[in-house]
């Protein structure tokens, strides 16, 4: 099955910095890449998502990268806030739309 | 439109015992999948179902079971509970037009085994 890899597993920024969350994937044919944004006591919440068709893509201050050639995906978060403090999830799905999920980072924005 | 509900939000049970949750999805989403989120395992995928079959299955013992209705509405069920169990247990639904679909996640089920 897939194999998806998150980097680092914990993150802290200064508030105003920007955050990189990493992750890499192993099935060459996977084509959608959603990230996932969890606070405490809450289900995922998906915040960005891109598909294979296109390299980046942009929603205010939250991007996302992907490079094919090199199986990985990037989570970029500018202008980090408090409220971005949260686990970040990465997920690929194999042709059969079964979900796998990177391991999280865990984003503290210091005031 | 409203987002996907689980019910009953936390749950206490004892070894041995069995325990169902239900989970509304979005409306007009066919497709219900269900993940088990633990600490040291993190989001693990248990079972999908899309027209009350089941599509695709995780790497869970027979304990674990699931069903679909014709409204999509979908329950999972967990017998003989084990300490191991403990889990927040999480439902996603999506519209499944054929192609891959953004799953969106309800708040879970905290169910805690005793």
């Known amino acids: 099955g897939e194999n998806v890899e998150q980097h680092p597993s914990t993150l802290s920024v200064q508030e105003g910095d920007s955050a990189v969350i990493k992750c890499t994937y192993s099935d060459s044919a996977s084509n959608y890449f959603p990230w996932y944004k969890q606070e405490l006591g809450k289900g995922p919440q998906l915040i960005i998502d891109?598909?294979?068709?296109?390299g980046e893509k942009k929603d205010q201050r939250i991007a996302v990268t992907l490079n094919k050639t090199a199986k990985h995906f990037s989570l970029h978060i500018t202008e980090t806030q408090p409220e971005d403090s949260a686990v970040y999830f990465c997920?690929?799905?194999?042709?059969?739309?079964?979900?796998?999920f990177g391991t999280g980072t865990s984003l503290t924005v210091i005031p | 439109k409203a987002g996907v509900t689980q019910t009953p939000r936390y749950l206490i049970k004892t070894r041995g015992q069995q325990v169902t949750l239900s989970c509304s999805p979005i409306s007009g989403h066919r497709s219900v999948s269900w993940y088990q989120q633990t600490p040291g395992q993190g989001l693990q995928f248990l079972f999908e179902?899309?027209?009350?079959?089941?599509?695709n299955k995780g790497n869970f013992p027979g304990r674990f079971s699931g069903r679909q209705f014709s409204n999509s509405r979908s329950e999972m069920n967990v017998s003989t509970l084990e300490l191991g169990d403990s889990a927040l247990y999480l439902c996603?639904?999506?519209?499944?037009?054929?192609?891959?679909?953004?799953?969106?996640f309800g708040p879970g089920t905290r169910l805690t085994v005793l």
């Open positions: 891109i598909r294979s068709n296109v």
């Open positions: 997920a690929t799905p194999n042709t059969g739309n079964q979900f796998y």
């Open positions: 996603a639904s999506s519209l499944d037009r054929g192609t891959t679909d953004t799953q969106y």
């Open positions: 179902y899309f027209s009350e079959t089941q599509r």
